[in-house]
């Protein structure tokens, strides 16, 4: 079967002012979110790509188009399923915020009881994103064949769950992993089992210098956090 690569956006906006974007339009890459874009095709140089497949969200297609700009040839599918997170009324709320609400300790520690006011449940939102990639991958091998690679941009937490099912791990432990802006994670699936290759590579270092205030609480960053300062 195919080869998939999950790239998370770039670091938005909405990340460095630490804001829940969910899916609020007009969130956009920042510049530092606009250069990782820009270094996405030397990432992959060399590597065969039958196609592109985005999350609807302007975040996600700002960070395919210099991929798809060093590569015209390559085509762009728009896929709605693995779109963010619907978190309804939390969208566009600070994080800060949202942290004393009763709901992220069932986010943090029992994701798959999580349901959003207004929005939609996280079991619903691994359900459509696992099926997306599933379809994807039916249709990329019938059309390129089994050894076909393809690219998929997608959002933190839709990541999180796709890596969950590939490993076989319930949702409830997707928290356990984390993926940062522009992170590329490769997943290989065969027809017994698929195979985790790469989790959110950025190259960058950077990240596991130690911080002035390190966060003990050990909570996840819900929709994957801005990464490395």
Known sequence: MATLILVRHGRSTANTSGVLAGRMPGVALDER???????????LAGVPLAAAVSSPL?????????LLDAR???????EERISE?????????????????????????HASAAAFPGGESMRAMQNRAVEAVRDWNARIEAEHGEDATYVMCSHGDIVKSIVAD?????????QRIHVD???VTVIRYTRLRPFLLRLGDT???AGLVPREAPDS???AEVGGGAGAP
Request: aromatic share 6%.
């Open 203 to 205: 190259g960058d270092f």
């Open 58 to 66: 302007q975040r996600c297609q700002e960070t395919l188009r210099p």
């Open 85 to 109: 997170c619907d978190y309804g009324d939390w969208s566009g709320r600070k994080l800060a915020e949202l942290s004393d609400d009763p709901l992220m300790e069932v986010v943090q520690a």
């Open 181 to 183: 802006p522009c992170s």
């Open 72 to 78: 015209p040839d390559l085509p762009l599918h728009v």
């Open 166 to 174: 590939a490993l076989g791990l319930h949702l409830d432990l997707f």
């Open 33 to 43: 979110g606009a250069a990782q874009a820009a270094a996405l095709p030397g990432r």
């Open 217 to 219: 609480s050990g909570a």
